[in-house]
Structure formats: structure tokens, C-alpha cells
């Protein structure tokens, strides 16, 4: 019970802080929102045949956006105080560490869903098939969001202390959650055209979900203590040129 | 009767960051109840040692030892036994002084083991009227004393401190130097690197000079007649210097 106690304590701990800023909420709900009304702005026009064609693209790349947003700010609060440190040299498991974070980061994401979804039923007619299957599409966005958080909170936590970390967490981070954002892709046309394989589609999605998790959590502690080294070693060098 | 297990030795320790060599060759063990000043000048390798024993860092070459055991790496259980602060503190400052202690305290206790409570600890660092105030908003000194609340609620074995006495004012120093008085005679061992020279003398045992990555010399504080040389001793090791004013108050506070 360590690891899901400890992961619960340190997403708790970030959820306590995140309500007293709101900085990721609010960056990434406002951040949707633009986005969002751009999308209606520019494809309003689409006849309904060729929404469903569209539809995925618009939610994924929402996601894949507030994604990076939101994993590039992910360990600000480690970084900001040093904290990641302390955590390391704590009896904390690092894989709690992980399972933290992308809990957090995938809470934010779902939010920005929870803005998404609606906003895309409301302006595309061909969006209301998700309306009508509420639950399968929750399903979809879980299953989509989370293989995001997977990936992309490893290496957030790789750059977590790399001084042009934006730019180098988009570049790694697009070809490596290119896959999960495909496979959600093809899911979510699969449920706007009511495809009768969708649950096939959702179980795969599920199956990369598993994958990419027990890939995270095996890749993190090894990913997370050589930036903190990184770290030391690049404070140390400081130092010395002072 | 058993015999005592050292909680830290290190053995031959080099480190090298690509090929620039920082530690050669240390030996260095610090027993139980024992405070150990580690000296050096910047760039010597301090901060690089502490690191390499409490296992943010692997060394080059060389043996960790932790509570007697061979250390390659610092596992969980270690961790328990060990604690760490920096000069950086490490404490979230969106979060109040209990919630920060409150919530390295349930991880502990989530890893199996008990830690203090935060509010005595709050109470003996002077911290108590702080309590449910934003970290964010604390002095540097404050701060300080908060990490080493929360380093000393686990009830290590081992307790490493970088650059401890840093941004403390003089009560603060001497309340830390009552504190790791206190631990080493409850049988904390410490290993502390500071510049600040009161300090030092005050609650060390033994000084050790770290130079160009090799332990240059030591001072041990004696007893009998050999007490009352400690202070000249230290500072014939050359990298600290007594401050001006020194009357031997802290230091005499401290035997007491």
C-alpha cells in the first residue's frame, strides 16, 4: 500500500497548492477556451459530412496543446523550491513521484476536456454523437488523456531542471505521444461515425494505456535521479565559475 | 553487548564530472553521536560529498557505507535513516510550516514509519507562532530552521548539513547549535559543512579539511587539558578564521 498511499499524499499536496493559484487550471481552461472559439471560428462552416472528419483532429490537438502546456509547468514547484530533492532523499518511492504527477496532469487535462466536449457538441452538429454517448466518450478522453499524461510526465520530469525546457520538451514530446494521440484519433472518428468496432478501438487504447503506464514508471526513476544529478552537477559547475 | 553500528563511512571516495576531477581518495566516517565539521573553500568537493553520501550522487570510485552495510545505492530503507538539508531548504512555499512538515511526516509514515509530530518540533526550532504561515513568506532564516524541523522529524541516524548556519541570525545559530548539541547526545551522528566559524567550534567533535577534492588535515576536539586547544586547532587547519568578537560563549553553551 506504500506506493498508492504516497502517490495519493504527493498528488493531494499538489492539488492543495494548485487551489491556491490555480496557475495550471486557469493557464490551461483559458488556453482552451481560445483555442476553442478559434476552432469554431475557422470550421464553422464545414458541411456535417465532413465535421467527423475533423471533429478528432480539433479535440486531440486541444489536447496535445494544453498537454504541453501543462507538463512543461508540471515540476515548476519542485524546481521553483528545490523540493524535487528533498523528495529524493525522502522514504518516498519515485514511481509515487510519477504516479503523482501524471494523476495531476491528468486531472487537468480531463478539466479542459470538460470544456472541450461541450464546446465541440455546441458547434459542430456532428459533435452530438457524444452527447448521446456520454459514457463512451468519458471512456474515450480518459483513455486518450491518460496515455498523454503517461508519456509526457517522464519526460517532464527529464527536463525538469533544463534551462530551455519548453522548447525541448515540444520537440521530444510530439513524436512520442504521436502514437497515443493517433490511436485516440482514430477512436474518437470510430465513435462520431458510431463505428460498431469502438469498444475494440477503446480496449486497445486501454492497452496502450497500460503499457505506456508500467513504460513510465519503469523509465522514471532512472529519467527523474539523473536530472537531479544533472542538477548537481550543473550547480556544482556554477559554483565554480563564480 | 552489541557494538555500535557507524552510521556512515566512506571509503576511498572519488568523483569525477567528465574530466574534471572533484573528490580523490576521501576517507571519511562519522560514528554515532558524533558532529563532524567538514572545512574546505569553494569548489573544494563539500557539497559534492554530502551529496555522494546521502546517494544523490554515485561516486567514481570508492565504497558508501551506510548504518554498516555496503551502500551502492541509497535505497528506500536507507532514506529513512538519513536526513538532508541544504542551503536551499526545500520547502514548498505555497504550503504552511505544519502542512510542510505535516506532509513529509505522512509519506514517512506511509513508508512505514513514525515520524514526530510537527507541532513540538515547530515549538523547539522557535517556529511555533509561524506555524500557519505561508513558507513563501518566511525570512531565510526561518526557513532554515523549518528544513531542519522537518530533516529532524524523521529521527535519523544520520543527519547531513550543508551550509547550515547560512542566513541564521546569532540566536538563530545558537538555537541550531543547542538543537545539534542536543541530537548528538541523543546519538545523532552529523556531518556538517559550514563556513561560519563560532558555529563550528561550537558543536563539532572533530573538523576535517577538505582541499582540491582530498581531506587536507583535521582537528579533534580532545579532553582533559587537550579541551581548551580545540578553538586553535581549528583554526590552524587555515580556511576558518575566528570572527571578530569571539568571547567563547557558544562554544561554552554548548559543553554546558
Request: aromatic share 6%.
Amino acid at each position: 500500500m506504500r506506493l498508492p498511499r504516497q502517490a495519493w499524499l504527493l498528488a493531494k499536496n499538489d492539488l492543495r497548492q494548485e487551489l491556491r493559484d490555480l496557475e495550471l487550471l486557469a493557464t490551461a481552461g483559458f488556453f482552451t477556451l481560445v483555442v476553442l472559439v478559434m476552432f469554431g471560428l475557422s470550421f464553422a462552416s464545414l458541411g456535417r459530412k465532413v465535421q467527423p472528419l475533423a471533429i478528432p483532429g480539433m479535440l486531440w490537438l486541444a489536447v496535445a496543446f494544453v498537454g504541453t502546456l501543462t507538463l512543461t509547468r508540471i515540476f515548476d514547484r519542485e524546481r521553483e523550491a528545490d523540493t524535487l530533492r528533498a523528495l529524493l532523499t525522502a522514504p518516498v518511492e519515485r514511481v509515487a513521484i510519477y504516479v503523482s504527477k501524471a494523476f495531476v496532469t491528468l486531472l487537468v487535462l480531463l478539466g479542459c476536456c470538460l470544456i472541450l466536449v461541450p464546446g465541440l457538441v455546441f458547434m459542430f452538429p456532428a459533435a452530438q454523437v457524444m452527447a448521446e454517448q456520454p459514457l463512451r466518450t468519458a471512456a474515450l478522453v480518459v483513455l486518450g488523456c491518460t496515455s498523454y499524461a503517461a508519456v509526457g510526465t517522464v519526460f517532464a520530469a527529464g527536463l525538469a531542471t533544463s534551462s530551455g525546457k519548453n522548447v525541448l520538451l515540444s520537440v521530444i514530446l510530439y513524436p512520442l505521444t504521436s502514437p497515443a494521440l493517433m490511436w485516440s484519433l482514430v477512436a474518437t472518428r470510430a465513435l462520431l461515425e458510431r463505428h460498431p468496432d469502438l469498444p475494440t478501438y477503446l480496449a486497445q487504447l486501454a492497452a496502450l494505456d497500460v503499457l505506456l503506464v508500467v513504460l513510465g514508471g519503469w523509465l522514471f526513476e532512472s529519467v527523474l535521479v539523473g536530472t537531479a544529478r544533472s542538477a548537481t552537477a550543473s550547480g556544482r559547475a556554477r559554483g565554480r565559475r563564480r | 553487548m552489541s557494538e555500535a553500528v557507524t552510521p556512515l563511512e566512506l571509503d576511498g571516495i572519488g568523483k569525477r564530472f567528465g574530466r574534471l576531477s572533484v573528490l580523490r581518495g576521501v576517507d571519511l566516517r562519522v560514528e554515532a553521536g558524533e558532529v563532524v565539521g567538514l572545512i574546505g573553500a569553494n569548489g573544494s568537493g563539500k557539497t559534492t560529498l554530502l551529496n555522494i553520501a546521502v546517494g544523490l550522487l554515485a561516486p567514481t570510485e570508492g565504497e558508501r557505507r551506510l548504518g554498516g552495510r555496503r551502500a551502492p545505492q541509497v535505497e528506500l530503507a536507507d532514506r529513512m535513516r538519513i536526513a538532508f538539508v541544504t542551503h536551499t531548504t526545500q520547502l514548498y512555499p505555497r504550503l504552511t510550516a505544519r502542512e510542510n512538515l505535516r506532509l513529509f511526516a505522512e509519506l514517512r509514515a506511509a513508508a512505514g514509519d513514525a515520524a514526530a509530530l510537527p507541532d513540538p518540533l515547530l515549538e523547539r526550532l522557535g517556529l511555533a507562532h509561524a506555524a500557519d504561515r505561508m513558507v513563501g513568506t518566511f525570512s531565510r532564516g526561518m526557513m532554515q530552521r523549518l528544513a531542519l524541523a522537518r530533516a529532524l522529524q524523521g529521527r535519523p541516524q544520520l543527519l547531513l548539513l550543508d551550509e547550515p548556519f547560512t542566513a541564521l541570525d546569532r540566536p538563530g545559530r545558537e538555537r541550531l547549535a543547542e538543537v545539534l548539541v542536543e541530537e548528538r547526545a541523543a546519538g545523532l551522528a552529523v556531518l556538517l559543512s559550514s563556513h561560519d566559524y563560532d558555529a563550528v567550534v561550537a558543536v563539532t567533535d572533530r573538523v576535517v579539511l577538505l582541499e582540491g577534492g582530498r581531506l587536507g588535515g583535521e582537528a579533534r576536539r580532545g579532553e582533559g587539558p587537550e579541551a581548551a586547544g580545540y578553538r586553535d586547532r581549528v583554526a590552524a587547519l587555515g580556511l576558518l578564521r575566528p570572527s571578530a568578537g569571539v568571547d567563547g560563549r557558544a562554544e561554552e553553551a554548548a559543553r554546558a
